[in-house]
């Protein structure tokens, strides 16, 4: 399974972007997905998880409320909107396939990672 991450980019702070996860096989429909991001110097953590039929969300507190997650599984496509992005939300941002139909927060749950997108947000 091949995943594209795409849909970062520059915005300022307050402002929204949205994010895309492509899965190269339907064989992700199955399966929940996840995304992370990492920043330069920091480990990286778990922003927000669905289940395989979109029924079950998973978020970091520090996206709750502002960050939403949903999947259109004809498409086999996840999505991250993005809202009131903070300067704090910069990081490289990865989709990844869980092992499993159900998320979790911890990124051994995961088998399939796509490549990164670029998300900055000025202050």
């Known amino acids: 399974v091949q995943l594209q991450a795409c849909g970062g980019g520059l915005v300022q702070a307050g402002g929204s972007l949205r994010l895309s996860c492509a899965a190269s096989?339907?064989?992700?429909?199955?399966?929940?997905v996840g995304w992370f991001r990492q920043s330069p110097g920091k480990e990286r953590e778990f922003v927000s998880a669905i289940s395989w039929n979109g029924g079950s969300k998973l978020y970091a507190d520090s996206v709750k409320g502002r960050f939403t997650i949903f999947r259109d599984n004809a498409k086999n496509t996840v999505y991250l909107q993005m809202n009131s992005l903070k300067p704090e939300d910069t990081a490289v941002y990865y989709c990844?396939?869980?092992?499993?139909?159900?998320?979790?927060?911890?990124?051994?749950?995961?088998?399939?990672w796509g490549k990164g997108t670029q998300v900055t947000v000025s202050s």
């Open positions: 096989r339907r064989t992700s429909s199955n399966n929940a």
């Open positions: 990844a396939i869980a092992r499993g139909s159900y998320g979790s927060n911890g990124d051994e749950g995961y088998n399939y």
